[in-house]
């Protein structure tokens, strides 16, 4: 897998953006914040947001849910410790530093994982996937708001180009829908339940996996992942 950068570095590089981010990442992600957190929002409950930076997104939810939020940076916590305090969002029940591949919770513990824009910025992908699907209970939903790359075609040569420089800055610029296709096609107990395109440009994408309540669901939703696959990738969506 090209363009990965160890945990350490990529904390390192949102340590370092810390001090600018709301400034510079604040509006540009805006409405796919507010989309994600309310499709959270409509299974609600004890919500868990991985990745959650300096708290942008954690006034949008309702004083009705618990929200966790975790993140590998501290001083992007430290902001986020901030806000809470200034807007007295009651409804943060904890926010702590953690890695996304390696979730300290027990299997089943949220109704919902929130991961805004932090999926490519992990150095592997799928293993933070897999914990989300781990920690989330049956019947619950994994909400992503991610960066897709172009599948072919020169957006896909520029992004590749890109990984040198976007690696040190904290992101994949190269990531396309395929990553997770294959990752739900094989992931048992997952279905993909929605996919639509996000500003700016629609290179991001809402989407939205539920964990299955019953194994029995599980082949069928893992077989029914697997065909929508080749149709997706087709589509490159
Ligand atoms: C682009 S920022 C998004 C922040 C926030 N979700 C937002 O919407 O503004 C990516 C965030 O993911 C965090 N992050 C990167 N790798 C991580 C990991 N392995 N575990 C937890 N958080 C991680 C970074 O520290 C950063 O706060």
Request: hydrophobic share 40%; glycine share 8%.
């Amino acid at each position: 897998m090209s363009g990965e950068q160890p945990p350490e570095q990529v904390a390192l590089a949102y340590d370092r953006w810390a001090p600018v981010y709301d400034v510079i990442f604040g509006p540009v992600f805006r409405r796919g914040r507010r989309l994600a957190t309310d499709a959270a929002e409509r299974t609600g409950g004890r919500i868990l947001e991985v990745g959650v930076g300096t708290g942008l997104s954690l006034a949008g939810y309702r004083a009705s849910n618990t929200v966790i939020g975790v993140d590998i940076s501290a001083p992007m916590l430290q902001k986020a410790h901030r806000r809470v305090e200034r807007l007295r969002l009651r409804h943060v029940g904890g926010l702590s530093v953690m890695d996304a591949e390696q979730l300290a919770f027990p299997d089943s513990s949220f109704d919902v994982v929130v991961a805004q824009y932090v999926v490519t910025a992990v150095p592997n992908p799928e293993r933070a996937l897999g914990e989300f699907l781990r920690v989330v209970r049956p019947g619950g939903e994994i909400v992503i708001a991610t960066r897709i790359g172009a599948e072919t075609g020169l957006r896909s040569r520029i992004e590749k180009l890109m990984m040198p420089v976007s690696n040190r800055l904290g992101w994949r610029t190269e990531f396309p829908w395929a990553r997770y296709a294959r990752w739900a096609a094989s992931a048992p107990g997952v279905t993909l339940v929605d996919r639509r395109p996000l500003p700016p440009l629609g290179h991001f994408a809402l989407i939205r996996y539920r964990k299955d309540q019953d194994p029995a669901r599980t082949i069928t939703s893992q077989a029914k992942n697997r065909q929508r696959l080749p149709e997706l990738e087709k589509d490159g969506r």
